[in-house]
């Protein structure tokens, strides 16, 4: 734990709050703990969007149709980014209750070369933008970026993984993100106290040199500390841009928003990463919003002005990125991830009202993907928050929800979600990304003696062929087993590399920053294609599967004679076979070593890169033929979950969390007429199944609420819905955004018309 400032204690920002261990070190969540007021009621409280509100808003979404027509609005682009690199900008500067803008103009994208400057340029190039000459000579001559020190380093057997797709979407020509810096400690301490205590941390180990750790590592530890305090000294004065002095504790709830969005527009200023979480506020600013009602400084239209305010800032965060990355991560997506509700580890829930009135900003302001709203949810919440959370679904389907019943008991209850699934404790755990690998074309591996199926490439290691081309279940899965030994170590290895170099020329100072110096570390894995390889190992269990090859072997197609059982149908024959590929891949990537001992974690989650992955794929044994789309996440393949809206939950809720602590994704969708009659039937229906599924050990659900000819229409009139939003694999996007072939793939999923 880290000390806070003796004299911190005394502050007068803190008047009113009761005190505890947060007043003698750095413990935002026993300051929650101690004063947050938990909320039982319902929505009737809520106010709705001011005059003012509705005019920003609309100033920002005036820009919206020039941006989506374009694909960036501006560029920044011969300023490298950092804490300090632009001049103040602003919407409307006399409107704005939260100031802060990333560059000098709202939805202006900076450029961050630290990250790899082929990205950069590529990007530039892209959108129309100049290319620095002086840039390029500096980041390509005397400026070494993480994109170059991973290409230094990555293997030949690497490279030729990466390049044949069964390790792709890797973060080495991107920023790996899903670190959540506890931007609360910006309003609780201010910037000075947290200077303080970082200069501490590194005095210790400036006392010692070894220690418990190898020396090494206490000089890179020293290094990082020194520029983390460096980067606290940055946002003071970035803050100070904005007339601001925030070396202190925030007096007010009209601080504490502004504060904490300081902390986290410094991060985004600073960083590109894939996902920039935002954490868990919204308790945490209630306390500061509550003590103001209570005593009159505010209203409750004020305190809701000020949440929307502060989304609004939230939804036009913006990163330049390259068309490659498009392609994985689709729709312009930042995941700003608000965790939200869930229960305390004392039995009290941690829902306020302002966890309402976060929700209600998808009224104030429409619905929209960013903040990627999160609900902790359980069983135990309060009823009134639960409908509210149910009826926001059916209207907006811009919510996901995680199991707080799985994660409380492994991470305690200041648990937020980064990026889409993944559960860390906030300032006390981050994570080393790491994308996912095949495992559908890790089987087609299997038939092919290693032989990448669409290439013809040995890439993986040389195994016999299957004795006939009427595939066996026993010797398939064994031949798949050594592929699947040879990709855990090759995955590892380059994530090794990757992180290796991120800390090195792309590291997080900021963020890290607002984390405690001991945090543990998570490698955090993953695999797509599991329904896939699932379907197909389960067609050549229970039916006849024939490999029909080419002149040199390589198996092109399949045929298929009988049935087989399909995952996703609640049918332990099928689900049975995912559970044991999820087990075996996480034993698998354990036995190999990893960069700062990070402990090995693995997701099932695809984000909509699963339309990629089916690109770089072949023709399966489960009847899926080349190049069509994965299911995405944890989902069964589209079309094949015939038997409702909760058997294919069900199914998805076996997989073991235990072995996919880095989550596992469920996207559903179901008709509102599928969910019941009549408005309220839908909304008890809803928080029913939500339920039902956490109940069951299920983590992870994305609910759509839609019938499939409103996305038609709006495929064919993306002018009548500029805020429509659908949930996808671990996150939410505004559907007109995505590719003419990513709504195709939306609208092929599976749509229930009954639970």
């Known amino acids: 734990m880290t000390t806070a400032p003796a004299n911190a ?66 560029v920044s682009h011969d300023v490298p980014s950092t804490i300090t690199a632009h001049a103040p900008g602003w919407i409307d500067r006399d409107a704005e209750l939260i100031v802060g803008l990333q560059t000098d103009a709202p939805l202006k994208r900076a450029i961050m070369p630290n990250g790899g400057w082929r990205m950069v340029a590529g990007a530039l190039e892209t959108y129309g933008y100049p290319v620095s000459a002086q840039l390029e000579k500096v980041f390509t001559e005397y400026r070494k970026t993480h994109n170059a020190g991973v290409f230094d380093a990555y293997t030949d057997e690497i490279r030729a993984a990466r390049k044949a797709g069964i390790v792709t979407g890797l973060p080495d020509a991107y920023g790996r993100g899903r670190i959540i810096g506890d931007y609360r400690r910006v309003p609780l301490y201010g910037v000075d106290a947290l200077i303080a205590a970082k ?74 990463g894939a996902a920039m979480s935002l954490g868990r506020t919204s308790t945490f600013l209630d306390v500061y919003l509550q003590r103001d009602l209570d005593a009159g400084r505010i209203t409750e239209e004020r305190a809701q002005e000020l949440v929307d305010d502060f989304v609004i800032k939230l939804r036009i965060v913006r990163f330049l990125r390259t068309p490659e990355y498009d392609e994985l991560f689709s729709g312009d997506p930042t995941w700003v991830t608000e965790s939200i509700g869930g229960m305390g580890e004392d039995g009290r829930t941690l829902v306020t009202k302002t966890s309402f009135r976060y929700l209600r900003t998808l009224y104030n302001l429409g619905p929209a993907p960013e903040p990627n709203m999160t609900v902790l949810w359980s069983p135990s919440l309060p009823r009134g928050f639960k409908e509210y959370c149910a009826k926001v679904s059916i209207d907006t389907s ?110 997080e100072r900021l963020e890290m920053a607002l984390h405690d110096r001991d945090v543990h570390r998570t490698m955090a894995c993953g695999i797509a294609g599991l329904s896939v390889a699932t379907d197909s190992l389960s067609a050549i269990r229970h039916a006849k599967v024939t490999a029909v090859r080419d002149d040199t072997g390589l198996a092109r ?167 429509l939003t659908i949930r996808v694999s671990g996150y939410a996007v505004n559907f007109v955004r995505l590719t003419r072939e990513q709504q195709t793939d939306v609208l092929n999923r599976t749509f229930h018309g009954t639970l």
């Open 398 to 507: 811009s919510v996901q929800y995680e199991s707080d019943e799985l994660m409380r008991p492994r991470f305690g209850d200041d648990t937020a979600i980064a990026c889409c699934v993944s559960a860390m404790p906030v300032g006390r755990q981050m994570q080393f990304f790491g994308a996912r690998v095949n495992l559908a074309k890790a089987l087609l591996y299997a038939v092919n003696g290693g032989r990448d199926e669409r290439s013809g490439a040995q890439v993986g290691p040389r195994t016999p062929l299957p004795t006939s081309d009427t595939l066996s279940y026993d010797e398939v899965r064994s031949r798949f087993d050594a592929q699947l030994d040879w990709l855990a170590r090759v995955y590892v290895h380059a994530l090794n590399v990757i992180h290796y170099m991120h800390d090195k020329y792309a590291y």
């Open 199 to 272: 200069q501490r941390e590194k005095e210790e180990l400036d006392a010692l040199p070894s220690g418990a750790r190898t020396l090494e590592e206490t000089i890179r530890l020293r290094e990082e500390l020194a520029e983390q305090i460096r980067a606290l000294g940055e946002l003071k004065q970035m803050a100070a841009s904005y007339g601001h002095d925030i070396a202190g504790p925030a007096a007010t709830a009209h601080e504490a928003v502004q504060w904490l969005y300081f902390a986290y527009l410094a991060a985004v200023k600073e960083q590109n």
């Open 9 to 74: 204690a005394v502050n007068s920002a803190w008047d009113g709050f009761k005190g505890g261990l947060w007043r003698d070190t750095i413990d935002v969540r026993d300051f929650i703990q101690r004063n947050y007021t938990p909320y039982e009621g319902d929505a009737s409280f809520l106010a709705g969007p001011t005059a003012r509100t509705t005019a920003l808003w609309q100033s920002v979404a005036d820009r919206f149709p020039e941006e989506r027509a374009k694909g960036v609005l501006d």
């Open 557 to 723: 197609d399949f045929t298929i004679e009988g049935d087989y059982p399909a995952y996703g149908n609640n049918d332990a024959r099928a689900d049975d076979i995912a559970v044991e590929l999820v087990r075996d891949f996480m034993a698998k990537l354990r036995t190999h070593e990893t960069y700062r001992n990070a402990e090995h974690t693995q997701s099932v989650l695809t984000i909509t890169s699963n339309v990629v992955y089916g690109k770089k794929t072949g023709t399966t044994p489960d009847g899926r033929r080349a190049g069509e789309p994965f299911a995405p996440g944890a989902n069964p393949m589209n079309g094949r979950d015939r038997h409702g809206y909760v058997a294919s939950a069900l199914s998805v809720a076996k997989l073991p969390y235990g072995e996919a602590e880095d989550g596992i994704s469920l996207t559903h969708t179901i008709t509102p007429d599928g969910l019941g009659r009549t408005p309220e039937e839908r909304v008890t229906n809803l928080a029913g199944v939500l339920d039902g599924y956490m109940a069951s050990n299920g983590f992870h659900m994305n609910v759509n609420v839609l019938n499939r000819d409103t996305l038609l229409d709006a495929m064919e009139h993306p002018e009548k819905y500029p805020q």
